[in-house]
């Protein structure tokens, strides 16, 4: 039998029996027992009555966090003479063209988004195979193919979580960190789901969103009652 150790145990106490709890008091349980040495991600993870093999069934999105991530985003973005500028003054880390494609086919990927003007998708989509994987390619459908780079570069590094279901029907995503207000994060947990539901595909049949649980980075989960995941 496995042996965990002692904040892993008391964890585990601490989560035992509970289970379909409100969104505040899964927070409030979460962020007690977010004890590692740094400041853990409050995650959240969707199980949706869908199959994504489906084109019809697909669920992809974006959404803006009222209280933002936490976390430091590495923009990248290719575009050319004054988009370039633009993406610069706009605070993206990296901008450039053939350069940073020559870089990505190097290996060289350290960035959380990319973004790019229209003119540039033809360069870009060398890269399908290697941005692809890591949901790293640009797409208009989520606000990453635009002119306006300078809102993009800022939606990105403000708050702006993108979404995707999974093969198995599963949407996961870091939402806030531990050290957040607990109502700052319940409001972004609210954020979240509203807009994954919002994002329900013409193709999805039955109950759509099944179930949702909440965990930090080194903590156990917990299912949380779906009708207090509703917009207050």
């Known amino acids: 039998m496995?042996?965990?150790?002692?904040?892993?145990?008391?964890?585990?106490?601490?989560?035992?029996?509970?289970?379909?709890?409100?969104?505040?008091?899964?927070?409030?349980?979460?962020?007690?027992?977010?004890?590692?040495k740094f400041d853990e991600t409050l995650e959240i993870s969707m199980n949706l009555g869908v199959d994504p093999r489906h084109a019809d069934q697909m669920v992809r999105g974006v959404v803006t966090l009222p209280n933002g991530t936490g976390k430091t985003v590495r923009v990248a973005v290719f575009a050319r003479g004054p988009k370039a500028d633009e993406a610069t003054a706009a605070g993206a880390d990296i901008v450039g063209a053939e350069d940073l494609m020559e870089a990505i086919q190097g290996g060289k990927i350290d960035f959380d988004r990319c973004i790019a003007t229209p003119d540039m998708m033809p360069l870009v989509g060398r890269l399908g195979k290697i941005l692809g994987p890591r949901n790293l390619m640009p797409n208009p459908k989520v606000g990453t193919v635009t002119m306006d780079v300078a809102g993009a570069v800022g939606n990105a590094k403000g708050g702006e979580v993108q979404f995707k279901v999974e093969k198995a029907g599963v949407i996961h995503a870091g939402i806030g960190k531990a050290s957040f207000d607990a109502a700052k994060l319940a409001e972004n947990v609210r954020a979240f789901v509203d807009a994954v539901t919002k994002a329900r595909p013409a193709g999805a049949k039955g109950a759509y969103v099944k179930k949702v649980c909440l965990s930090s980075t080194m903590g156990p989960g917990v299912a949380v009652d779906l009708a207090s995941t509703a917009a207050k």
């Open 2 to 36: 496995a042996k965990f150790g002692k904040r892993t145990r008391a964890a585990r106490e601490a989560f035992a029996g509970k289970d379909l709890i409100s969104v505040d008091d899964a927070v409030e349980l979460i962020k007690s027992n977010a004890k590692a």
